[in-house]
């Protein structure tokens, strides 16, 4: 037997139902109500999701280096939180959906910026991050 969920990937209640793709669910809430959510103020080594299908991958063809400079983009991307880089701007990848709620974070003022710690193409593309607010 397996598991039964909402039928569409992507989409994740954060507050009031409000979804990472800006939809409200159906009756409007989170069933069971919201919780003040506490925002860190550092999360270390965050294994980025997707980099191979990244803005800058696919565009640069490459992988930034250790110490570059990444931030947080404040705003859901194609239903998802990404990371920039600073000097290009370009998305390097996504967040995995456990800092989904970071999105309220946001809603409270709180940025984050950090640095890669390594990026490699073997096996495949893939960036780890530090992010502090």
Same mark, same amino acid.
């Given at each position: 037997? @397996? *598991? $039964?969920? =909402?039928?569409?990937?992507?989409? /994740? +209640?954060?507050?009031?139902?409000?979804?990472t793709d800006?939809?409200?669910?159906?009756?409007?809430?989170?069933?069971?109500?919201?919780?003040?959510?506490?925002?860190?103020?550092?999360?270390?080594?965050?294994?980025?999701?997707?980099?191979?299908?990244?803005?800058?991958?696919?565009?640069?063809?490459?992988?930034?280096?250790? @110490? *570059? $400079?990444? =931030?947080?983009?404040?705003?859901? /991307? +194609?239903?998802?939180?990404v990371v920039?880089?600073?000097?290009?701007?370009?998305?390097?990848g996504n967040?995995?959906?456990?800092?989904?709620?970071?999105?309220?974070?946001?809603?409270?003022?709180?940025?984050?910026?950090?640095?890669?710690?390594?990026?490699?193409?073997?096996?495949?593309?893939?960036?780890?991050?530090?992010?502090?607010?």
């Open positions: 037997m @397996g *598991s $039964t969920g =909402s039928g569409s990937f992507g989409t /994740y +209640k954060v507050e009031n139902g409000q979804t800006g939809e409200k669910t159906a009756n409007g809430d989170m069933n069971g109500g919201t919780t003040e959510v506490e925002c860190p103020s550092n999360i270390a080594v965050i294994h980025l999701e997707d980099v191979a299908a990244s803005d800058y991958y696919n565009s640069l063809k490459s992988l930034p280096s250790a @110490g *570059s $400079t990444v =931030s947080l983009y404040d705003k859901i /991307y +194609k239903g998802r939180l920039k880089d600073d000097s290009t701007g370009k998305f390097l967040l995995p959906t456990q800092y989904n709620l970071l999105i309220n974070c946001f809603k409270k003022g709180v940025n984050y910026t950090g640095n890669v710690i390594v990026s490699g193409s073997s096996p495949i593309p893939y960036i780890d991050v530090t992010l502090h607010a």
